[in-house]
Structures are given as C-alpha cells and as structure tokens.
C-alpha cells in the first residue's frame, strides 16, 4: 500500500517533469515563458486597444485573424526550411524580426499614430515571425531530449506558456487600464532578449550528411508529398481543423463577452484570459497522466465534447463567476486538444520531415482559428455574441460525431527510427548527382495461393515508396507466367535515389517482412536503369560526357 503514491507521482514525474534534466530544455523553457509573458500582455493591449478605436465585434476579433494567418501561409515554408537547413540561425532570425515589430509598434502607439489598419499590420508581421520560428523550435526539441521524452517536453512547454497565461493576461489588463496599450507593447519588446540571448549560446550538435540538402521547392513538395500519403496525419489534421474552427470563438469573442455580456473593462478581460490560462496549464498538469490512462482518440473526442459544454455556458451564463469558471474549463480542453494532436503529429512523424508536418499542422491548427475568428466574429456582428458562441457549441458536437468515423492513431516510440540494413550497391560506371530518371525494376516470384495477401501488402509498400519519393510507382503481373510479377518505380535523379533510401522507418521494415514471408526467396530480383534519351552516349568507360561521381554514400532498408 505504500508504495502506491510513490508510483503514481514518478508516473506523474515522468511524464510531465523528466525533460527539466536536460539543461538545454530547461532554459528554453524559461526563455520562453519569459516571451509568452510579454506575448499575451500584447495580445491584451492589442484586443483592447482595438475594441476601444474600433467597436464592431469583427474588428476585435480581427485581431486574433492578423496574428494566426501568417500561419497559414508561411508554416510550410518555415519547415521546409527548418529540416533543410540551420533551425538555430531560422529561429534568431525570426525572435530578431518579432523583437523589431514589437519596438516599432510601441513607438506608432506612443506617438498616438496606431489605426486599426496599422495595429492588424503590425500584429500581422507578428504573426510571420511567429509562424517562421514554430516549426524550427518545436521541431528541435528531439534535439533537447530523448525522442522518449518528446510527449512530455511538449505538455512542459504547453504547461509553461499556460502558466504565463494564468497570470500574464491579468497583469496586461492592469498594464492597459493603468499605464495603456504602449506599456504592454514594450513588454513584450523585451520579453525576446531572454530567447536571443539564449539561442545565441545554445550549440546544438549538427547531423552531418553524406548528401547535400534538399532545394527549397524540392523540400516542400517532399514534405506535401508525405502528408498526403500518410493516411494517419491526414487524420489528425482533420480532427484538429475540427476543433479549433469551433473553439477559436472562445478567444476571439473573450473580449466582447468582457464588454457587452459583462459589461467590464479591460481588467474583466485580463480576468477571463488569466482563468484560461488557469485552467490550461491545469490540462497540462494533468494531460500526462490522462494518456496514460486514455488512448489518445478517446481523449480527443472526450475534449471536444467538453469543449462543447464551456461554450454553451458561456453563451448562456448570466453572472461573471460562472464565464470566469468556463472560461477555466475552455482553458484546460484548448490546451489538452492543442498539445496532444502536436504530439500525435510529432510521434507520427520521422525526424527527415519533422519540420515539414509540424508546420503543416500548424498551417490546418492556424488556418482555423484564423477562420473561425472571423466566421464567429461575423456572427456576433449579425446574430449576436451569445448567438455565435451557440452556433459554436453546436459545432464541436458535429465534430464530435465525426470522431467516430475518422480516427486518430499515434506510432508507438522507435517505429519510426530510420531503418538501415546495408550500403547502397554502387554502380559500375560513376553518375553524376543529376544524371536520371533512375528506374528500379524488382522482380517477384509469389506462390498462387499467396497472391491474393500479396497484391494487397505490395500496394502499401507501392504507398510506402511514394510518400519517401518513388514516382510512377506500379507492380504488374506476368500473364504467361503468373507467378512471376514486377514492381517499378523512379526516381528523378540518382542524388533522390539516395535520399530515398535513408528515408525507411523501423515500422516500415514491418510491411517488408510481411512481402518477404509470401514470395519465393530472401527477397526480390533488383535492377536498376538509367534513362537514355535521345542523342544521350550510353553508360561506359569510353562515355566523354559522364561526369565524375561525388562521393555520396547512403545506405539502404
């Protein structure tokens, strides 16, 4: 019986404090609650000094569109750029480009220049330099701790901006009522020195790659490429467009609730923001020891529903205390339901594209707070505050309902380490980086009975092959002698052949058992061609126009 509280709190530690070991994590930690201090007094100064320049409840809600756009059309970008090049340089950079904005924006609000096209413009380059530095920073927390902690380095960081947000938007609404928006656009100015300072002594190791990095419009079609066939991404995309379209109107409206539901001022409305901010980091503490406990699925559509209910109470709450004590329970489902589709994505992703489907997330995560903004904005303006919180609730309820049919799945820790077995074969005549299409003809002897197992496990490899860069994929089957079928594919050039093949995970591995269990042999009869266009010398010794071969090395699973 003793032991029993000792195991649930090293269960807790583990899962939500373990991360704090690594000295690395933990000052980016607190560099970053230092910065979403000073982010979320922004955002009160902001939202408030809009609704006072600006009364239509579309204008204010607004705001929150200007700053999460960005996302939407930089995101994909930002990772391309984050799993190609240095994340560490791409984060200064972007922190240099928010401190920037946020000095000049104080300085327009001081002279009392800042109109409401102004204020959305300045929010807007806010927003850019938020979603370049996304990616990159969420991206590196494999390089911060064990891949085994990443779920809980999320739920810390999640756990620390919460924490900011618990008391940060309180103290905004004091900055604002008392000393105005400038104040709190100061603030946030030199909230980004404890991030710059910290990433300019943070060397993180370098991966050093026999290949040379991908160009950027190559790295995002690699990156679309692998979203789009990666069924259980696509999945938790759709989940979490689901979510935050509807949910989006619990910030959007929070300060339109404080002035026309409440009739308050700009400290009701920091009140509101820091009982969101309770009750997120509270779903923080607390979300480590409901996955455990939960698949995360059911933890979801269980997120959505309450989200649900918080929202439907805040339409129809008469008095303060009980919109403050919803906006709580918004808190914690916002900050559960965020967290955990970045971490299902995170698990769901190997370390090559990481960059790339984080910021897809974020790209669906934000385009729909972006757009349920204004949707909820428009209807306030139309229907009335109370009308589109309902309109709202009832759409978590369809989203819950979906949730049946469209599932989220998680891989389990290691399956998508890279897989290697061997070195890449090296031709007999040198090619140069650029020489192809290459094609690769793979030839299979399959008993009759096991054709049937076969053609169904070959199209998910033919899956497999593409999402990491094969095109024109097919497998045929020989009509003379049936037994025998061919699988093909290409590559553009020989330097994507070798990237291809470091890109195989351990749980691909799985799906090239299951072929080799029903053909005849180890393995398959491989062949490789290049092609051979029209006026082009063949491959040989005597060839005057093959160029040498750098030396690329791969290897193969």
């Known amino acids: 019986m003793s032991q029993e509280p ?9 899962s939500t404090l373990a991360p704090f070991e690594h000295r690395v994590f933990a000052l980016f930690w607190w560099a970053t609650l230092v910065s979403s201090f000073g982010s979320l007094i922004q955002s009160v100064g902001a939202s408030w000094l809009m609704a006072t320049i600006e009364h239509s409840a579309e204008s204010v809600a607004l705001v929150q569109t200007a700053g ?114 400038v104040m709190a656009f100061v603030i946030n100015a030199i909230s980004y020195l404890g991030m710059l300072a910290t990433l300019l002594w943070w060397k993180p190791p370098r991966t050093k790659s026999a290949l ?34 509807p949910f989006s109107a619990v910030n959007a409206l929070m300060p339109v609730v404080a002035r026309d539901l409440l009739g308050g001022t700009a ?21 480590g020891a409901l996955r455990q406990r939960f698949p995360v699925d059911r933890l979801l559509r269980g997120v959505v529903l309450v989200a649900a209910i918080s929202l439907t109470a805040i339409a129809l709450s008469p008095w303060a205390i009980t919109t403050f004590l919803a906006h709580v329970i918004a808190g914690a489902m916002w900050t559960m339901g965020l967290a955990n589709f970045n971490i299902a994505v995170q698990m769901s992703s190997p370390r090559w594209v990481m960059g790339r489907t984080l910021a897809t997330y974020q790209t669906f995560a934000f385009a729909g707070m972006a757009v349920g903004a204004w949707i909820w904005g428009r209807c306030a303006s139309v229907f009335g505050v109370r009308e589109a919180l309902g309109f709202a609730a009832v759409a978590c309820l369809v989203a819950f309902a979906v949730a049946h049919w469209v599932r989220v799945r998680v891989a389990s820790v290691g399956a998508l380490d890279p897989h290697v077995v061997g070195e890449v074969a090296e031709p007999k005549y040198p090619l140069h980086p650029a020489s192809g299409p290459i094609s690769v003809h793979i030839e299979y002897t399959v008993p009759e009975q096991h054709a049937r197992e076969f053609i169904a496990v070959v199209n998910e490899l033919g899956r497999i092959r593409r999402r990491d860069g094969a095109f024109n994929w097919s497998v045929a089957q020989d009509i003379d002698r049936p037994e025998q079928w061919i699988e093909q594919f290409e590559s ?58 750098e030396d690329y090395s791969a290897s193969t699973s």
Not at 267 to 287: D, E, I, K, P, R
Not at 541 to 546: A, E, F, Y
Request: proline share 6%; hydrophobic share 45%; charged share 15%.
């Open 6 to 14: 000792s195991s649930r709190f090293a269960r807790w530690r583990s």
């Open 68 to 181: 999460t756009l960005p996302f939407f059309f930089l995101s994909i970008v930002a990772g391309a750029l984050a799993d190609t090049n240095d994340r560490r340089l791409l984060m200064l950079v972007s922190q240099s480009v928010m401190f920037v904005a946020s000095v000049i924006l104080a300085g327009l609000t001081w002279f009392g220049v800042t109109t409401p096209l102004l204020l959305l413009g300045m929010t807007f380059i806010l927003g850019c330099g938020s979603a370049s530095f996304a990616p990159a920073w969420q991206s590196s927390i494999g390089d911060q701790v064990p891949r085994a902690q990443v779920p809980a380095a999320i739920m810390a960081n999640a756990m620390g901006f919460n924490l900011a947000r618990s008391v940060g938007p309180a103290i905004g609404g004091v900055i604002v009522a008392a000393l105005g928006a």
């Open 212 to 245: 040379p990095p991908e160009s950027l419009g190559t790295a995002i079609l690699a990156g679309v490429r692998y979203v789009r066939l990666s069924p259980d991404l696509l999945a938790i995309y759709l989940r979490c467009v689901m979510f935050t379209v």
């Open 267 to 287: 400290q009701t409305f920091g009140l509101l923001l820091g009982g969101f901010g309770v009750g997120a980091m509270c779903g923080a503490l607390s979300s």
């Open 492 to 549: 553009p050039t020989w330097i994507d052949y070798l990237r291809r093949q470091t890109r195989p995970t351990l749980a691909d591995a799985g799906v090239r058992e299951r072929l080799r269990s029903l053909i005849s042999g180890e393995r398959g009869s491989v062949r490789r061609f290049i092609e051979r266009p029209t006026g082009a010398e063949p491959l040989g010794p005597d060839s005057s126009h093959v160029e040498p071969r």
